[in-house]
């Protein structure tokens, strides 16, 4: 098979370069490149380190920065410790027959835009929205409160928004870890913490990284839920990166903070690979 | 602890409503916001006045329902012509890329693989804005050194289609590698020894298995443009994506329209599901 | 219901009584008692599906028994969950832990049993000796062959040292060859050892090696427990004598009967004479016959009287070594029979399609109350 023309192979090649050169590497070496660019005092583009120094200068920048990673993280934790019971009640709990029903339930509403869900938790949790309402009704409340617009609803929202991108690898990996296994560390004594902790989570380490990676990566990316469900002081960096462009039009300073956005989610999915131990290349599956 | 051991009474109960919760969460905003969609009130909210199909049907200046909304249905057909040249590009070049990683060695291999995977890790947000300046630099290049006026290279219609592109084509070619690297190559090798040609290999043979795989990657590109939101931020022109547009409504507040479009997107991606569903359990 | 060799100093290890097992409608054990002495190697035998797996389950406590006692040592097993049993199972595909090297899986039990550092470090050593596997310590699990892994598996719940050991059918994965091998391998291993071994399998030869006492099972009840040696020469059920070894069957009427030898006609028209080992028979019953490969020999000395003789014509010699058969089938008849072919070089001339006689004497044979007996 190896000796048929290389014709095919440019055939096969040509669109492949096209798209990742033209649509992916050079604009990112675009945004680079503007990211060092900066206007001097007579309003000449030059090439400068001004847009990271800004960064670094004011307050509100770097501090939005570390909140975004530090919530994201925040975000993946949380996703994974509510989607592990799930994901091993759907492989191994329940009976096989409704396992299938199940997975497809759980699916379902992912199907469905993000803006909608969203929108869904806005009329389910605001001032005039429904909880309140019945919380009124029932005579818990006096009068209604706000339950958007802060750090804990904005969290909720994007465990919600991740939590499949968390359980689809996460049943994966565990319909394939062999029951017996299980039987065996019981049988030699072991209780459901050990097993846990010895069994299922190490078999399931490629499903928890991939799904670490993903959640992680889109939390950190994500614009329409912190800024729909975010109150005013619980600013995401995208929120920064969008001001810069479309508010302030200073596409060189959004630039510098896209460009560090992007190394900071490569730095903590390189971390989280290098220390489980885990490649790139075989997590995507 | 699992279904073939004994099981402690509070245990599976625990378990049982831990689970149910979940499902809960999982479907409450859903159920609630299809629900007021055809609550008989002005807003989105309780208390329940009562069943009423305005919000789809009716056509008075103060309810103005989902069917007789031009911008909003404008928006919908935006972002369904979007989603159907992102699926039918995206399924192309990824088929073809599927063919190249699994089926060819060439130099830099790993590195171009390597490469088709970054869209996977860059953020939505990043990739946006990274396509709309490379598109405005070489706009303004073409405009300073040939005087000409390119409207491709402006946020609009086409530019949306190709930030959405750029990022789903990687989707669909690990969906169709992964079919690929199932593909029994002895197959085509017989159908080389019978006297086809590779082309005709490809056609007969490679494709037809693949088809499943193909039509499937279709289906869930079409989902992932129409409901594309962090990268068409940026790309957008004068045509709002549905997305978009509703982003706008809610944010600013709106009627229970955006309900009643919600409950069609809810029912229709349904649907969507089920039938992937159906040819996925059928291929297998 | 069945008791073995009453040797009162013996002390019983498992004892199961009157253990069922229901799944809603289906019976899955029914009714099954037995001991298990010190030291005994026990096999239960019986085809997929006849309850050996779920009995097996229960003793281990991943399943409760719907009704019954199971004790060990005699101390009820009612209620004691899996991990605090003192037994152990060798699970099918043995279940060793990926994620662990050798060492660590058979350190597993020993640290749930909050054994300390040094002493599990002693133990695992010694363990590793004992069944061969000195300096595997840190081996990952996929590095080791199929009869190592098994060795593994085994230590690692020796090393725990368990009143019983169960093994579900170990040696199912492996190829013939190393399963052989490894039959050998256990027996002596817990000749060694000492402990007391349940095994179930549905390969006989198995069963027949291993075993100090096999009970064959079948549809959830234990149709005979026995040496291997007495399972095979005095099977007591028509299962039995079908299930261990081969063997030939037929059903026939008996026409007459002198003292213990009846006379049997089978629908051939042969007439056979037969010990009825002490079993009652009415008056033309139907009968049950069944013989061995090698109860049969071909072309008797007609000096041998008190021999059954037929005629048979030979369809294929099935070559085998020590084990060759030749396939027959009794004149006017489409019933194949297998004939033990001794190779001393003696039959070397039989080819296909010759006409050949065979004799079995009467007391080579095995006879139940069959059903009526066809024409």
């Known amino acids: 098979m190896k000796n048929h023309g290389r014709w095919y192979l440019f055939f096969f090649l040509t669109p492949i370069l096209l798209w990742l050169f033209l649509m992916i590497l050079l604009p990112h070496m675009d945004l680079l490149i503007m990211s060092f660019r900066a206007e001097d005092d007579f309003g000449e583009m030059v090439w400068s380190f001004a847009n990271y120094l800004n960064f670094f200068e004011e307050p509100i920048y770097w501090a939005t920065f570390a909140r ?218 | 602890m699992i279904r073939s051991l004994p099981n402690s009474k509070t245990y599976s109960i625990c378990f049982k409503l831990y689970v149910t919760l979940f499902f809960v969460f999982l479907f409450a905003p859903l159920a609630v916001t299809s629900i007021l969609a055809f609550n008989d009130s002005m807003f989105p909210a309780l208390p329940w006045n009562g069943f009423c199909l305005d919000w789809f049907f009716a056509d008075t200046p103060s309810r103005l329902g989902i069917f007789h909304d031009q911008m909003n249905l404008d928006s919908i057909l935006v972002s369904a012509q979007t989603a159907f040249f992102v699926s039918l590009f995206a399924t192309s070049v990824g088929t073809l890329g599927a063919f190249l990683f699994e089926q060819e060695e060439f130099r830099f291999k790993q590195l171009l693989y390597f490469f088709m995977l970054l869209p996977l890790v860059i953020p939505g947000v990043i990739l946006g804005i990274s396509i709309l300046l490379f598109s405005n630099t070489l706009g303004t290049f073409f405009e300073e050194s040939f005087n000409l006026d390119v409207g491709l290279f402006r946020p609009g219609f086409w530019l949306v289609v190709l930030g959405q592109f750029s990022f789903i084509t990687t989707f669909v070619t690990l969906v169709v590698s992964a079919r690929l690297k199932k593909f029994d190559r002895t197959l085509e090798e017989a159908a080389l020894n019978l006297g086809a040609n590779r082309l005709e290999v490809i056609w007969h043979i490679t ?55 919600s409950f069609l997107m809810i029912f229709g991606t349904s649907i969507l599901a089920f039938v992937n569903l159906y040819f996925s359990k059928k291929t297998e | ?16 009584q009157n253990v069922t097992k229901k799944f809603e409608e289906f019976t899955a054990v029914d009714s099954v008692s037995f001991d298990v002495e010190q030291g005994r190697f026990f096999s239960i035998l019986g085809p997929s599906g006849c309850g050996k797996t779920t009995l097996l389950r229960m003793i281990a406590g991943f399943t409760e028994p719907t009704d019954g006692i199971i004790s060990i040592r005699g101390e009820n097993m009612a209620g004691v969950v899996p991990n605090k049993r003192p037994v152990n199972l060798i699970f099918q595909h043995l279940a060793l832990f990926p994620m662990m ?38 081996k990952k699990i996929d590095q080791l062959s199929g009869g190592q892994k098994q060795r593994v598996a085994i230590a690692r719940c020796l090393v725990l040292e368990p009143t ?145 003789r037929f005629e048979v014509v030979v369809k294929a010699i099935l070559f085998d070594g020590a084990n060759s058969r030749l396939l027959a089938t009794p004149l006017n008849s489409e019933k194949e029979l297998i004939i033990g072919l001794p190779q001393n070089r003696q039959f070397d001339h039989i080819r296909p399609s010759d006409r050949i006689e065979i004799g079995w004497h009467g007391d080579s044979g095995i006879c139940f109350p069959g059903k009526e007996g066809r024409s």
Request: no cysteine; charged share 15%; net charge neutral.
């Open chain 1, 68 to 285: 975004t990673a530090l919530y994201s993280i925040l975000v993946t934790v949380l996703t994974f410790i509510i989607a592990l019971p799930v994901s091993f009640y759907i492989t191994h709990v329940v009976a096989p027959k409704f396992s299938g029903f199940l997975m497809l339930l759980l699916l379902l509403p992912f199907w469905v835009s993000e803006l909608v869900r969203v929108y869904g938790w806005m009329i389910l949790l605001r001032e005039s929205g429904v909880i309140n309402h019945f919380l009124v009704q029932m005579g818990i409340l006096d009068k209604p409160v706000e339950m958007l617009y802060n750090d804990a609803t904005m969290i909720l929202g994007l465990v919600y928004t991740s939590m499949l991108f968390m359980v689809v690898p996460l049943i994966s990996v565990l319909e394939s870890l062999d029951k017996s296994l299980i039987e065996a560390a019981y049988d030699l004594g072991a209780n459901m913490w050990t097993i846990l902790v010895r069994i299922i989570i190490p078999h399931s380490m490629p499903g928890i990284v991939s799904g670490s990676i993903v959640v992680f990566m889109l939390t950190l990316g994500n614009y329409l839920t912190p800024n729909l469900m975010g109150g005013k002081n619980s600013l995401w960096f995208t929120e920064q990166i969008y001001n810069q462009f479309i508010a302030s039009f200073n596409w060189n300073q959004g630039s510098a903070f896209g460009f560090l956005l992007l190394i900071l989610s490569s730095l903590i999915i390189w971390a989280g690979l290098k220390l489980t131990g885990q490649k790139l290349s075989k997590v995507v599956k």
């Open chain 3, 164 to 308: 019983v050991l169960l093994l579900d059918e170990p040696l199912g994965a492996l190829d013939l060859k190393l399963r052989d091998q490894m039959k050998v391998e256990l027996k002596k291993l817990q000749a060694k050892v000492g402990t007391t071994f349940v095994y179930i399998t549905h390969d006989q030869s198995e069963a027949l090696v291993m075993s100090d006492y096999v009970a064959v099972m079948n549809k959830g009840r234990f149709e005979q427990v026995d040496t291997p040696q007495n399972l095979y020469s005095n099977p007591s059920t028509p299962f039995t004598a079908q299930f261990v070894g081969d063997n030939n069957a037929w059903s026939g009427r008996l026409t007459g009967l002198s003292g213990n030898m009846a006379t049997v006609v089978t629908p051939e028209g042969n007439s056979f004479t037969i010990n009825t080992h002490g079993k009652t028979f009415a008056p033309d019953a139907g009968v049950d016959l069944f013989l061995r490969p090698e109860a049969m020999l071909i072309q008797p000395d007609p000096s041998m009287d008190q021999l059954n």
């Open chain 3, 1 to 16: 219901m069945f008791t073995l060799s009453p040797d009162k100093n013996m002390q019983t290890d498992l004892s199961v």
């Open chain 2, 207 to 261: 494709l037809k298995f693949l088809r499943p795989a193909i039509l499937g990657a279709g289906a869930v590109a079409f989902l992932m443009s129409f409901e594309n939101f962090n990268t068409t931020l940026f790309l957008v022109g004068s045509q709002p994506t549905l997305p978009i547009n509703l982003y706008l409504q809610v944010r600013d507040g709106s009627t229970p329209v955006i309900n009643a479009i």
């Open chain 3, 101 to 138: 090297n050798v060492a660590e899986n058979i350190a597993f039990g020993l640290q749930r049993q909050k054994v300390g550092r040094a002493d599990i470090q002693k133990k695992t050593e010694t363990i590793l000796e004992r069944v061969g596997l000195p300096g595997f310590a840190h």
